[in-house]
């Protein structure tokens, strides 16, 4: 049973440039989080989705970050016009529906903007 | 609002000697608690967590945790540790309202580095 799974482990970006971070979850589950790791700090919460639906986006900056989990497919965490602010480890984490509070992490995503 | 703070940000010990890692929270309500532990370059792995009940909880790798309400602390221990537990381990609490949403607030952290 393969755990979450996040790609690419490691991508560069120029500043002003998208940056786009894949995360599928375990398999039945439906519940995807998207976490944030700056130097030195610990994660810090960014969005909750299921299915087709955000559910709680309110560790999420106002401009330049999206996030979707559509019907077939992983789920996007897009950030458009990267600054070097953005540089971190992104992280995803996914739950099964009744366990929310049994999640579990991706490898992670190392963003980093030059 | 609500925190977690661990104020070791790097502890040495020895093989085989005993670990405690300290972690305190702010929090109105019984909170829900947990531990969890990141490998170089890996995800983070739950360790253990405390709902309810017993406040001495036991975990995964010899890990246990005790939560104590009137010091509003939930530290991490291991009666002897092993050089594959050098590792950054992270305590967090989920964010109140949050019980349909799991959103978790982490700790900074703590670095343990095992010596030989």
């Known amino acids: 049973n393969a755990g979450v799974m996040q790609n690419p482990r490691h991508l560069v970006r120029r500043r002003g440039q998208e940056a786009r971070l894949r995360c599928s979850p375990m398999?039945?589950?439906?519940?995807v989080y998207w976490y944030r790791q700056l130097p030195e700090e610990g994660l810090k919460f960014m969005v909750y989705?299921?299915?087709?639906?955000?559910?709680?986006e309110s560790g999420m900056p106002k401009e330049r970050f999206s996030a979707e989990f559509p019907k077939e497919g992983p789920s996007i965490l897009r950030i458009q016009q990267v600054v070097r602010g953005d540089s971190a480890a992104y992280f995803c984490?996914?739950?099964?529906?009744?366990?929310?509070?049994?999640?579990?992490f991706g490898p992670g995503t190392r963003l980093t903007v030059t | 609002a609500q925190s977690v703070t661990q104020p070791d940000i790097h502890i040495t010990v020895s093989e085989g000697a005993s670990l405690e890692l300290r972690c305190n929270y702010s929090?109105?309500?019984?909170?829900?608690l947990f531990w969890y532990v990141q490998s170089p370059g890996q995800g983070l792995q739950l360790l253990l967590k405390?709902?309810?009940?017993?406040?001495l909880v036991q975990g995964i790798k010899g890990f246990e945790a005790e939560f104590k309400r009137s010091q509003s602390s939930f530290n991490l221990r291991k009666p002897s540790v092993h050089w594959s537990d050098a590792a950054e381990y992270f305590c967090?609490?989920?964010?109140?309202?949050?019980?349909?949403?799991?959103?978790?607030?982490f700790g900074q952290g703590t670095t343990l580095q095992v010596k030989p």
């Open positions: 967090a609490v989920a964010a109140y309202g949050s019980s349909n949403t799991g959103k978790l607030i």
């Open positions: 398999k039945g589950h439906s519940h």
């Open positions: 405390y709902f309810s009940g017993d406040t």
């Open positions: 989705l299921q299915k087709e639906n955000i559910i709680d």
């Open positions: 984490a996914s739950s099964a529906r009744d366990s929310v509070y049994e999640q579990y």
């Open positions: 929090y109105g309500a019984t909170p829900y």
